[in-house]
């Protein structure tokens, strides 16, 4: 009889990471490995694979990263412009980077294809889309386990049965605590939900529910798997905090470069497009970014401030404007 054991045991046996287990076993790379609830299994007599990582990487050097939620704010095209402030070869190496708004990580995944920072920093006050940072980092196989069965399951259905379908995820996530315990299946509804609703939006009431209607994409991508893993892989050295920008502040010194890319002003009182978390970013919140500002410009960081009027702002490359 074929005895099974656990990605743990595997681990110990073959002195790698359970991580590096499961990356393995997903990408079919130990005979007879199977997904059952939410672990893998792997027959005992199994051999070790050997490991193509460092070929694979030897020979293309940049794994292109994408951004794994559309978000809003997050502006691909102007990621030429901002690389323009990032370090040249030939000039000072700045060891860190730090992005305390990341929201859906436009330049930070840009950043993480390119360079090589020692140390990373991203933070967001979202604790959902943190969360899905997190789990896709610690957690992400039983991510996109999850997310395959919803892909599958959704596009095939005709407009009526996608609709039920959206509107029951939606409440089942506005109903579902985030917690240890609920944080894979949270992160694979919210990646969902972004990538099905109205344009992308993260939007909440006052109870701070979700409430952005179903949008209207034939056929979305709900689990983009190799990106999910690339990202996985190049965020095992990156922070990530969920909280308020200013955490940030510890860990911002000489040799980091910052990007920040507040939420805008609102111009109207009511604008949906400012209100992250039913929180709108109002004077009295640019007053404190400014501060800030000024305190980690103190420490001789390079940093990039992003304005709603769509014009860079830098600190700390006194010849750029
Ligand atoms: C304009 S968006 C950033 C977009 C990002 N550059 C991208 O590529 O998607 C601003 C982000 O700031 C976050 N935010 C709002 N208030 C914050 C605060 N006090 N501290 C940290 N993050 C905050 C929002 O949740 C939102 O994700």
């Not at 951004?67 to 102007?78: E, H, I, R, S, T």
């Not at 109207?268 to 000024?294: G, V, W």
Request: with cysteine.
């Amino acid at each position: 009889m074929l005895s099974f054991m656990g990605a743990k045991e595997a681990a110990e046996r073959w002195n790698i990471s359970q991580r590096r287990v499961a990356i393995l076993c997903s990408e079919n790379r130990v005979a007879g490995a199977m997904f059952v609830g939410k672990q893998w299994i792997i027959p005992c007599n199994a051999e070790k694979p050997v490991d193509l990582r460092t070929v694979r990487y030897e020979k293309q050097h940049v794994v292109e990263l994408k951004p794994f939620v559309k978000w809003v704010g997050g502006k691909g095209q102007l990621i030429d412009e901002l690389e323009k402030f990032l370090p040249k070869e030939g000039e000072k190496v700045l060891s860190k980077y730090a992005e305390p708004f990341v929201g859906g990580g436009a330049l930070l995944f840009s950043v993480l294809s390119k360079y090589d920072f020692e140390q990373v920093y991203i933070s967001d006050i979202n604790a959902e889309l943190v969360n899905a940072y997190n789990v896709i980092k610690s957690n992400v196989d039983p991510l996109i386990a999850t997310l395959m069965e919803m892909q599958t399951t959704f596009l095939p259905m005709n407009d009526d049965g996608r609709k039920y379908y959206y509107y029951t995820v939606r409440d089942r996530f506005n109903h579902t605590p985030l917690n240890a315990e609920t944080s894979v299946e949270k992160a694979a509804l919210f990646i969902f939900l972004n990538k099905t609703c109205f344009n992308g939006l993260y939007r909440v009431n006052r109870k701070g529910q979700f409430n952005v209607p179903m949008g209207a994409y034939k056929n979305p991508t709900i689990c983009d798997e190799s990106n999910l893993r690339n990202i996985s892989d190049a965020l095992q050295n990156v922070t990530i905090v969920c909280g308020d920008y200013t955490l940030s502040k510890d860990f911002i010194d000489r040799d980091t470069f910052v990007y920040l890319d507040p939420p805008y002003r609102p111009i109207f009182e009511t604008s949906a497009f400012t209100s992250y978390n039913a929180d709108a970013f109002d004077d009295a919140e640019q007053i404190r970014l400014a501060k800030f500002i000024d305190e980690i410009n103190a420490t001789g960081a390079k940093v990039v401030l992003r304005q709603s009027n769509k014009e860079l702002k830098t600190y700390g490359f006194a010849n750029e404007f």
